[in-house]
């Protein structure tokens, strides 16, 4: 791997671990301020609301400068967010606006991928990505629960700066307030991103103009019959696994009568399993086999159900690991193919902005639906049941659908394959 992909990756794990810590916290601030539950649920849609509206815009935006810039950018942007949340501001609406940094910053960090590297390096960096990600999710919520803990919390409130008064008063927001240096060292790293050759696209005058090309974009990729696939599949796992973060800490309280602090931990159990996966798929998986994985989606839908059943911590801890497991073994090589047929298509930005769009309309939708649900008296029982009957009767469509085009469309799906398997030798 060339040196300028290690920073990318310290950038992208330090803005993650705060990324998931605030969220932990978030949770936290909203339920010690008496909010509702449907509340803490909307976190999650609330997050990915700029994903979605902002998604003809942010590829281009990260197509007209250096990804590093954007990246810092896009950090800055999250502070703002923590620092609305800490001062007052409804955490719905400050964490979107934390969404709204996160949105504009995931196009540059995968789009850099395919500037920097060969594309014979695409499915090992991105389990590099996974892999690390994921860690910064496991270290993230799990600094978030022990930084809403008494122990450290209580640390947090004693320290006093003299003739300074932030009016910081509960344990979540002495939580949000020491995440805002983690945010700045992520910004560091970003300014040391290396430039790379790519050509750059200046935004056009009128932002307006890119809804035609963006919705060009989107409909290049589904109608590509490898890009369809791949963009279905990792449509349905963030859509689910995006969602799947909050309910199992709603799942851990209802099940095991957790607090928000030992909850956390078993979300990093779940992100443990997936690191796992998403490693091993970058040693095994070539670009070419990449919708070989389906079967396991289909696992794992039914994994999910079979959570209804477990009320003791011995059981739970393997159980999400495997869960994780296969959702990382699933996701690393749809995730490298379909950059790779988006770079062929487009520009790099614009791929993973329409991969954005597509993946954070599907949080939005399906958390929305969860958190409907549970103003309406939805238990976490329920929603693990509907999520788990999605998961695996959409990845056995997909699967007919791939097994369709190659019975109806041999010599373009073969085309391609060979387009990827050239590309990585």
Request: proline residues 5%; glycine residues 10%; contains cysteine.
């Amino acid at each position: 791997m060339k040196r300028g992909f290690y920073t990318i990756m310290s950038a992208q794990f330090f803005s993650s671990l705060a990324d998931n810590a605030l969220f932990v916290a978030a949770v936290e601030l909203l339920r010690t301020s008496g909010a509702p539950e449907w509340q803490r649920a909307a976190l999650v849609p609330m997050f990915a609301l700029f994903y979605v509206v902002l998604a003809p815009f942010v590829g281009a935006f990260a197509d007209s400068m250096p990804k590093g810039k954007v990246m810092f950018i896009s950090n800055a942007i999250k502070v703002v967010g923590c620092l609305m949340m800490l001062f007052g501001h409804h955490p719905l609406l400050a964490y979107a606006v934390v969404g709204l940094g996160a949105a504009a910053y995931s196009p540059a960090k995968y789009g850099i991928l395919t500037e920097l590297l060969p594309a014979s390096q695409l499915v090992r960096a991105n389990g590099w990505i996974e892999g690390l990600t994921i860690g910064s999710i496991i270290l993230g919520v799990l600094l978030g629960g022990q930084l809403v803990g008494p122990h450290l919390s209580g640390m947090l409130l004693d320290f006093d700066l003299p003739g300074v008064d932030l009016g910081i008063e509960l344990p979540a927001q002495a939580a949000i307030l020491s995440l805002v240096p983690i945010y700045a060292l992520a910004a560091w790293f970003n300014l040391r991103i290396p430039r790379t050759q790519a050509e750059l696209r200046p935004m056009p005058g009128n932002p307006l103009e890119l809804l035609p090309d963006f919705w060009n974009c989107n409909n290049r990729l589904w109608q590509d019959k490898l890009g369809q696939i791949s963009l279905a599949t990792t449509t349905l796992f963030w859509g689910v696994s995006g969602n799947l973060r909050y309910i199992v800490l709603a799942w851990s309280a209802a099940a095991l009568g957790y607090s928000t602090t030992q909850a956390s931990a078993l979300v990093g159990v779940v992100a443990i399993g997936t690191a796992a996966g998403a490693v091993i798929a970058s040693v095994q998986m070539k670009l070419e086999g990449a919708t070989k994985v389906i079967p396991m989606g289909i696992a794992m839908g039914l994994l999910v159900i079979l959570m209804n059943v477990i009320d003791t911590l011995w059981l739970a801890i393997p159980f999400l690991i495997i869960l994780g497991g296969l959702g990382g073994f699933l996701v690393v090589p749809m995730n490298a193919l379909l950059q790779h047929r988006g770079a062929n298509l487009m520009g790099s930005g614009r791929s993973i902005a329409v991969q954005n769009f597509n993946e954070q309309a599907c949080i939005l939708a399906l958390g929305a639906f969860y958190s409907l649900s549970t103003k309406f008296g939805l238990s976490a029982f329920g929603a693990i049941t509907v999520f788990g009957i999605v998961v695996a009767g959409t990845m056995w469509l997909i699967g007919r659908w791939h097994r369709n085009n190659l019975k109806n469309y041999p010599d373009e799906v073969n085309r391609l394959l060979d387009i990827a398997r050239r590309d990585c030798h």
